[in-house]
């Protein structure tokens, strides 16, 4: 699948989580949504985890976070534990990436983290990817951070939704709010639209329009609401 947002060799984690975490941030809410606080199944050598008959999901293991020590090791880098290749392809696609841009994150095997970094590379991942929602397990402190696409996992496409979901995400994480606005909307398909203080996403015949100062911080929302 061709990837809707352009990597350049100037971007590092910070700029594609501006780019990528508001579609993570988004799927990873959806995934919760309807697992709720129930226990799953977890099955590595199937690649399977499950809440009950009805959700039953593969996965791709993105990578394992000691909260000990707080080292995160990619998947891609398992020699010594042995993963079924099924589970890791999406792993070594992002070690791909870092190197052919040059993004110290996705191509170090190991470095030290913290769970609330360990969030925004899953976020990253999770919508670079266009996965349907991202988890994780715990066993003892050890974490285990996978992904998942299912159709089984639904996703609200409203400009309601898309404006809560921007709102909350710009608020909530460090980013440059214009770059999160284009990255959210290019990756649920919508139209952009950019001015040099405005700018406009289009979905259906609504219209959200979004202002900013020069740092790139919001001034104010617009709505026009399809009614």
């Not at 890791?88 to 191509?107: A, R």
């Not at 696409?149 to 994480?173: M, V």
């Not at 959200?208 to 399809?226: A, P, Y």
Request: net charge negative; proline share 1%.
């Amino acid at each position: 699948m061709k990837q809707k947002i352009e990597i350049t060799g100037k971007d590092t984690l910070q700029s594609l989580f501006a780019k990528c975490g508001g579609l993570g941030l988004e799927h990873h809410d959806d995934l919760e949504n309807i697992v709720k606080d129930k226990n799953p199944d977890f099955n590595i050598e199937n690649g399977t985890i499950s809440w009950g008959k009805d959700l039953k999901f593969n996965f791709q293991l993105l990578s394992t976070l000691s909260l000990e020590n707080e080292k995160w090791y990619w998947a891609w880098d398992n020699q010594d534990i042995g993963f079924p290749e099924k589970i890791i392809e999406e792993s070594k696609k992002v070690k791909e990436i870092g190197e052919k841009h040059d993004i110290s994150h996705f191509k170090e095997n190991m470095f030290q983290t913290s769970l609330h970094e360990a969030h925004i590379i899953a976020m990253t991942i999770t919508g670079l990817f266009e996965d349907d929602g991202y988890y994780v397990m715990d066993f003892e402190g050890l974490l285990f951070f996978i992904t998942i696409k299912s159709d089984k996992i639904p996703h609200e496409k409203t400009a309601e939704r898309f404006l809560y979901n921007y709102n909350t995400f710009q608020k909530e994480f460090d980013v440059n709010s214009r770059l999160a606005l284009e990255g959210y909307g290019k990756l649920n398909g919508y139209e952009y639209k950019q001015r040099e203080e405005f700018s406009v996403i289009v979905i259906g015949q609504s219209r959200i329009i979004v202002g900013f100062n020069e740092k790139g911080t919001v001034t104010h929302i617009q709505t026009l609401l399809e009614n």
